[in-house]
């Protein structure tokens, strides 16, 4: 473990880079040392972010993004709050230099390069390091993370919808269709700045599904799916938008292998000991407030014997336990902190 961890941050200025900042300026093992903007070059952290100016950040400038490796200094990790075209180019290059990388966009996440096309629109032009890619979600690859040169921060949605049904895979007929609805509030939809029909101006008073036929989501959710079935899913996944800034509740529609009962779900619930997730004994006690501003995944479930339909209900804060809070997890077992160091 090195006890003090150099680290940048690409894309500092957006709400992931900023809950990043928070997180880790408070972070006893970390030194924050590369801030990019685009929009803040030049520009003083505490005079943009004053909110953000703790002791150990408030000299922090805000650099341009960097054209050559050279422009970068000496880090141990750089985590990459960017556009996937962006972490796509950049990522190798900061692996070849040496410094493990945190990929919060979506540039590795999906193994099926195909399907990376067909739902981000790139071309992937980096095998080597897709095929070297861990997907980091501690939870279910906690040892391969701890290894890892370059971890894919899972999406707000697929770890919102994946934790709880981990839980429950072995009790889950996967044969079946999986159903998941989700909804998130702005800052998981639209970015750092307002998108038309994304931003909290186009959803006040206002509730509605959106990219329903094709989100970039849906494939990284039924292929981590694929992993827990050691097969291929059908999923059927639609998410909403919510008239509020941060949150995402999940709800999940499965079907129990047969002769499986309610009691088999709640003891495999009851069993979990992970430190940021939280079983509660109904569906009804999962609500937004209750995770906003934290690194937990609260989640429950419903077993409805007429209808043969189990129901799992999640809830997670999408800047935390969707973006940042999960990356700084990551981070602690990439380098041997305490997994929670810096999260709670």
Not at 59 to 73: E, G, K, R, V
Not at 258 to 265: L, T, V
Not at 275 to 298: G, M, W, Y
Request: net charge neutral.
């Amino acid at each position: 473990m090195k006890n003090t961890l150099k680290l940048g941050i690409l894309g500092a200025g957006g709400f992931t880079g900023q809950e990043l900042i928070r997180l880790l300026s408070r972070h006893p093992g970390a030194n924050l040392q590369y801030l990019t903007s685009s929009e803040y070059a030049g520009k003083n952290l505490g005079e943009v972010f004053p909110a953000l100016a703790t002791p150990t950040a408030r000299d922090l400038t805000f650099a341009m993004h960097p054209q050559q490796l050279s422009d970068l200094p000496e880090l141990d990790a750089i985590f990459l709050a960017t556009p996937d075209e962006v972490s796509l180019k950049w990522a190798p290059l900061f692996v070849q230099k040496g410094i493990r990388v945190i990929d919060i966009a979506g540039a590795f996440r999906l193994k099926n390069i195909e399907d990376f096309k067909s739902y981000y629109g790139l071309e992937h032009n980096a095998p080597a390091a897709l095929a070297e890619a861990v997907y980091g979600m501690p939870e279910t690859s906690r040892a391969a993370i701890k290894t890892a040169k370059l971890v894919a921060n899972p999406g707000c949605y697929p770890t919102a919808a994946l934790l709880p049904l981990y839980v429950y895979r072995d009790l889950i007929d996967f044969t079946k269709p999986v159903i998941i609805d989700a909804k998130s509030g702005t800052s998981g939809a639209g970015g750092r700045k307002e998108k038309d029909g994304l931003g909290y101006s186009t959803v006040y008073e206002n509730f509605r599904a959106y990219k329903a036929a094709k989100h970039q989501h849906a494939p990284e959710i039924a292929q981590q799916l694929g992993v827990f079935a050691g097969g291929r899913v059908k999923l059927r996944f639609t998410p909403y938008l919510l008239p509020m800034y941060r949150g995402i509740l999940s709800t999940a529609y499965v079907t129990p292998k047969a002769g499986k009962a309610p009691e088999d779900f709640t003891q495999a619930a009851a069993a979990v000991r992970e430190p940021f997730l939280r079983f509660k004994a109904t569906v009804d006690q999962i609500e937004l407030k209750s995770v906003q501003h934290t690194n937990f995944c609260d989640f429950s479930h419903l077993f409805d014997a007429e209808t043969g339909v189990v129901e799992i209900v999640s809830a997670i804060d999408n800047l935390m336990k969707g973006a940042a809070g999960q990356a700084v997890q990551n981070l602690n077992l990439m380098f041997g902190f305490e997994e929670t160091t810096g999260v709670y």
